[in-house]
């Protein structure tokens, strides 16, 4: 055996969790994705999905997807920078930056690898990168390929990061990046605060709209036109994971960044473009996410029974305000217990452990979908309270 394989040979941890029989990780789904899946042959109740628009299975996008791969072909066999740029990329970026309220706009391929590519290529040796410390792992990733100093400051504490400003060079880039809606938690950024901030200290903006798109604001446009701040704040992202019902994602700022980032950013450079059917999907999907009213507010009917319904029972869920609920375990074993005894009841959600979360608040994490009904959350709460009292996470 080699030194390598003799070092990762001591990696047994998913090895215990399935002879307990509770490993969480890659159930299989066999049926077409809803609030409703089959797994194995078996009706399972879906409250892990981020399609919080509930469009994932939507005719419309499915068609779309259709036509451009039968007019595009199957994919682009390049990137952007060079044989790579179709014109529905560019029609993409045009109609995300007009949504967001932005000069212009660049389509990536994933969500993540706008992060990497972003945060590591907007600032150099001399300038500040400052986090909150529950940013999403691709800012993480992005900040750490960075060659500028790096600061973090405790989740959403805002006096924390007024310490972090102060220390920095009043005259150096000082970019903030935070979630707007972070994504295990469910609570929302102090934007209101964090811009009061950056005008302070003369520092710039980032935020991940992730979670937000769909969900929040004026035809769904996020966090940030939600508190009424989008020119505020100076670099947007977001995924067409998630409410966009696809995969990819974009970064939207005034065109001096943009030009920068098409010219700069490794990720958009070296890597092929997104699919012609994925590029499709989501023009679809946002202008469905854009005119839908009644879907987002199915969406906010069910969150809103939903974290009363989950309050009521006894459950904590600390300071969540979107569809994302966070039932705290605090525990990582009985993180993956409670999981597969949901599973056991026809409940699919998933399990929050480190690094996902800090050690001491283990959770399992429900999602909602605009398409989800109230007898499906009173199933859920139903059973979720038996599997906690079982487990006495739940007195
Ligand atoms: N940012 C946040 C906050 C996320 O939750 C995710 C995905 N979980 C990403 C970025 C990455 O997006 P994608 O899945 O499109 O790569």
């Known amino acids: 055996m080699g030194l390598l394989q ?4 001591k990696y047994r ?3 215990k969790y399935q002879a307990e029989g509770v490993y969480p990780y890659f159930r299989e789904i066999d049926s077409h994705q809803d609030t409703e899946v089959l797994m194995d042959g078996k009706k399972v109740l879906m409250f892990g999905s981020n399609s919080y628009m509930g469009l994932t299975y939507d005719q419309r996008i499915i068609n779309a997807a259709i036509e451009a791969t039968k007019k595009y072909g199957t994919g682009c066999a390049g990137s952007r920078f060079l044989n790579g740029t179709l014109d529905i990329h560019v029609q993409l970026e045009k109609e995300l930056a007009e949504y967001v309220g932005k000069d212009d706009a660049l389509v990536y391929s994933t969500g993540f690898s706008v992060n990497e590519g972003v945060v590591s290529c907007l600032t150099d040796r001399n300038d500040y990168i400052i986090c909150d410390d529950r940013d999403h792992a691709s800012i993480v990733d992005g900040r750490r390929l960075s060659f500028s100093t790096q600061l973090k400051f405790k989740h959403n504490d805002m006096e924390a990061l007024e310490k972090e400003l102060k220390r ?6 000082k970019l903030i990046v ?12 102090n934007l209101p605060e964090i ?7 003369n520092a710039s903006i980032m935020v991940d709209e992730a979670h937000g798109l769909g969900v929040f604001g004026h035809q769904g446009k996020g966090v940030c036109d939600y508190f009424g701040l989008t020119d505020e704040v100076d670099v947007i992202m977001g995924t067409f994971s998630k409410s966009l019902a696809s995969i990819g994602g974009f970064v939207a ?7 920068w980032l098409r010219h700069n950013s490794r990720t958009y450079i070296f890597s092929a473009s997104l699919t012609p059917a994925s590029t499709a999907a989501a023009i679809e999907a946002l202008h469905i996410i854009k005119e839908d009213e009644q879907r987002r507010k199915n969406l906010w009917d069910i969150t809103n029974y939903a974290l009363d319904r989950f309050r009521n029972a006894g459950f904590e869920i600390g300071n969540t305000s979107s569809p994302i609920i966070p039932l705290y375990v605090r525990d990582v074993d009985k993180t993956f217990a409670v999981t597969k005894l949901a599973f056991d009841e026809g409940i699919f959600i998933n399990p929050v452990i480190p690094p996902a979360c800090a050690p001491q608040d283990t959770l399992v994490r429900v999602a909602l979908m605009a398409t989800h009904t109230k007898e499906q959350i009173d199933y859920a709460v139903e059973h979720l309270v038996k599997c906690f009292k079982q487990l006495d996470i739940l007195k």
Request: charged content about 30%; overall charge negative.
């Open 6 to 9: 003799e070092k990762l040979s």
């Open 13 to 15: 941890l998913p090895q």
């Open 168 to 173: 920095c060079n009043p005259d150096a880039v």
């Open 178 to 189: 935070v979630d707007g809606v972070f994504s295990m938690e469910g609570d929302l950024a």
């Open 195 to 201: 811009v009061r901030l950056k005008e302070k200290y």
């Open 253 to 259: 700022a005034d065109h001096d960044t943009i030009n």
